[in-house]
């Protein structure tokens, strides 16, 4: 099976790992929208008009189902992508809601939601959540943390004080969705500022999505990797050996 797996440019490798990791395709088409991003700034129309432009250039690649790894587009362009797509488009914030039903019982646990402020604007992973009755849910825009994960900048005093711009007021969290492409980078930083918080990370809640849904359970032995960026496709490159190392 082959899929393409779209982002606004670097941080959707987060979820190819996930799916290396798992063997989930025989073949993968990544393309990262590097000249445009962050995608997260943007407004709805926007981020709808840049992922279907992303659509058309994955059809030359044949691909058998499209995963937008990136929770921007995800959260505004989903519905607009499988509108004129002729292949299933999947995108992260249903199935982190998934990955949030089956790993907390308590519908009173107290849930915080990070993204970009595009994807925190949507107010869909909250919309979510209180469909499967979570009553707790807190959500806040963090968008410092995907500069900050770009430049590497993966722990010291710059991310310890927005950890602490962000999080001071918050009372007790039990759980964080990591709704952005980035915030894996960050996952132990994060958890441990919030007193050990649970994590939900877009990339395993989608390989389990699709196992559960599009019954993608094959284990492939080796995936062919092709990647496309529409600016810098060697820098997108040396960042996929970078966070993705031997999975390559
Ligand atoms: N990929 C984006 C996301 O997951 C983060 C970077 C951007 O703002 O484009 O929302």
Redesign the pocket.
Known sequence: MKAGVF???V??LTVLKSLLENQTFEEIIYYGDTAR?????KDKNTIIRYSLEALEYFENYDIDILIV???????HALNALKDVASIPVIG?IDSGILAVQSKIQDKNSNILVI??T??IGSNLYEIGLKDEEFTNITSIAT?LF?PLVEEGILDGDILDATLEYYFKDLSKIDTVIL????FPLLEKKISSYLNDAITIH?GDSIVQFLENEYNCTNKYETTSIKFFASSNPDGLKQTAKNWLGKLL
Do not use: E, I
């Open positions: 982002d606004s440019g941080g959707g991003v962050p995608y997260g700034t790894a990136c929770n921007s587009a995800s959260a992260v993204g970009t595009a994807t968008p995907v709704g952005c492409t980035h877009s």
